[in-house]
């Protein structure tokens, strides 16, 4: 692969996340990384996503810069622009001058949620792309978090007691206006590999058909968890009605909907608010995969970045 | 030992302090923290012990990850609440997390000085060991700052001239409301090693009992000073009219009071107010240890990681 | 050398500019400075400063610790003061622990332009130098920029195709109020390592007759450019009406102008407000260096390290 921003890129997702479980097992070995730099440039907050990353680099050998959006000073992203206002440097110059610094950029960029296009096809990763000539890494995109989906995925293949699990994916509550981004590359992560999936949502909150793929699509959340061996929550608001948000209590994941399911494991990608999007009893019982699958990130981050060094 | 948050569970303390007197000396040797994560906590502001904790770690060979509190989002500490405002993740979460990418976490978190039971035996740290199963170490806790007590009882044993000195601990003036943490781990640090101690302080500020132990207390500084080797200078709000301050000028450590001491050596943690704790005069003599000391916190603090390491 | 505040200390700066381009082919062979510690201060804000200063250190071997000013608490710079205010540290004691903690320390400080006096001879590296005895690192001072000053000449090194270039410094608008320090250093390392310069600035913005040297003075932007190799574009405020502004949109570097250069490449020491400094067309055509100097930085940096370190 030549960047990390989408999973489709990725010829065989599945030996990448193998790679990542031997990576997880067995160490790094000798460096790979030694004398490279990976810069990574976080738009927005983040802390499983930092640390997983830099800690991945550094056990690779690498050296890991971490850099604020706006740290230095605003940006100018538009072409053709008389810059006499604040932004005192042009996405191209930065771009360029990231590019041939580090040997490979990381950056986090959450969606506006305002345009759907620009979100998906012109985010600020795709636009950065192009005044960059070395391997981009998506720590989260305006559509995607594939380091999240692969994370995910290795999760899965550690614990999975059958061949076919029955994997849900099930919108939950939150109180804010949340991308779609883990909800798209866990369902694009999980058929990728050939696992089928079941997405609940309440009507209206549907993902984009690009993202649902061959998903079974069901709007009663108590039906989707019976007899499942995964129950993935996630916060989202709506495609199609962009960037709406809808307060629905009564899609809280409780221990009475997980007893409709077959002793069935529960994922979160963290950070999670107790008792909106999972009452406490679920998230502390032994079911709780969250803590696995945040461990699992820095595997997967190794996995690529080694994969990425080795281009 | 397991954590480091309070000197009471190392067995033997001097011997720890001479650890870090021969790793100043002789270096780190091969590196036991290769490939071993720290990553260190920081819900204060922090100079002196961010950069010797981090150069502590490097040196071992260890990655050193630096967190500021709620640099990512805030944090939720009560349990069973609906966390449906500000608050985006929970200690417990955070806590495991940290725990499974770290293989030490380290934390500073000073005291609210409202309620003494909350600082001294409920804290931050003390929550946050509840969820995390790995060694913590403490940068500041409620009540303690024992990498500085280690660093000082270092500072003592490398520059006594006898074996049993005078060391005076003295309150000093202070613009702020501080806590009582640096002068609790002094105390007992310097107890615990087998020296006398005097404590100088206005009525009303005495230490607690727990960490007064059998130290000589005396309300008239000028007669604490008499003879003394060591005259190490703090300020500190009332523990027993918990959080209260006092303005008192004439406690301010000058050339003058120091004349009384056996040519004695000043002491204090940095960073100080001139000429409000003390004065430049007895700080720019070469009387002034407060270099030495901040020195020593390197050592102290890879003693301290060296040996969580070897466990 | 013992510090590197300005070139002027430097016996042999074109050497010095060699041994950058050496290192930039050659890599860092056995790593000089394995265990040391580099400690970055920034009292302002940085991009490629920063990026480049460590990648360039971690390479080399050394810990690189980044602090921004005031991170941790205010800092007073004022001598025989009562520190009641608000300021918890004097720089002296931060100027000794910053100096025990690490084997070079690099500052980033720039002027205040409202006292040229303070700005060019008494600026905040130098009273630091006061208190500490190890080598600093300049990385822009009140008056001077002088790692971007040898990476321009590392630039220039690499691509001129005469043994004497025609040089021009033209002073270019911005809309706000920036210090001369990249164009005093390009000035004073140009002459030093043999070039001529011509300055090209509007009336009353002449640099310093300090840092003027024997550069030839010209009015007459169009005129300078006449056959010109390369062309360096910077802004700077009047030194001598201290810091005085001006607005002269007919300054910026246009293709048109650059026609009249001998196929003349462009420099900025970046970040640069494209169509206010220079013209879309001018900066992403091929005589622009830009990225060639921001990436020439890194090398710059190491082999003053290389050099401070060997001492």
């Known amino acids: 692969m030549k960047h990390f921003i989408n999973t489709d890129e990725v010829e065989d997702l599945v030996a990448l996340a193998n790679e990542g479980l031997v990576l997880k097992k067995q160490g790094v070995g000798k460096k790979p990384g030694e004398g490279k730099v990976l810069t990574c440039l976080y738009l927005n907050p983040s802390l499983?996503?930092?640390?997983?990353?830099?800690?991945?680099?550094?056990?690779?050998g690498m050296e890991c810069i971490n850099l604020a959006a706006d740290s230095a000073w605003k940006l100018e992203t538009r072409s053709g622009i008389v810059m006499d206002g604040d932004a005192a440097e042009h996405l191209k110059e930065q771009a360029e001058v990231l590019g041939r610094y580090s040997d490979i950029i990381a950056i986090r960029a959450f969606p506006l949620l305002k345009d759907a296009q620009e979100d998906y096809h012109d985010d600020f990763i795709t636009r950065f792309a192009k005044y960059c000539d070395i391997p981009l890494v998506s720590l989260e995109s305006g559509s995607l978090h594939p380091l999240q989906g692969l994370a995910d995925l290795m999760t899965i293949q550690e614990t999975k007691k059958v061949a076919r699990p029955k994997i849900v994916l099930t919108w939950a509550p939150h109180p804010r206006q949340l991308p779609q981004s883990v909800a798209n590359s866990f369902s694009r992560t999980i058929q990728q590999a050939g696992f089928d999936l079941t997405i609940a949502c309440p009507e209206g909150m549907e993902l984009s058909e690009e993202y649902t793929g061959q998903a079974t699509l069901v709007h009663d959340q108590e039906e989707a968890f019976e007899g499942a061996d995964y129950i993935y929550a996630k916060n989202w608001s709506s495609f199609h009605d962009y960037g709406r948000t809808i307060q629905r209590p009564d899609w809280t994941v409780t221990q009475e909907k997980m007893s409709r399911t077959n002793?069935?494991?529960?994922?979160?990608?963290?950070?999670?608010?107790?008792n909106v999007v999972v009452s406490d009893d679920v998230l502390d019982s032994e079911a709780s995969l969250v803590g696995q699958q945040a461990e699992n990130r820095i595997y997967a981050a190794q996995a690529v970045l080694k994969n990425l060094l080795s281009q």
Chains 1, 2, 3 share one sequence.
């Not at 499983?48 to 690779?60: D, G, N, P, V, Y």
């Not at 002793?263 to 107790?274: D, E």
Request: charged share 30%; hydrophobic share 35%; glycine share 4%.
């Open 48 to 60: 499983r996503t930092r640390l997983s990353t830099e800690i991945a680099a550094r056990k690779l």
């Open 263 to 274: 002793q069935g494991r529960f994922m979160h990608c963290l950070p999670v608010r107790r």
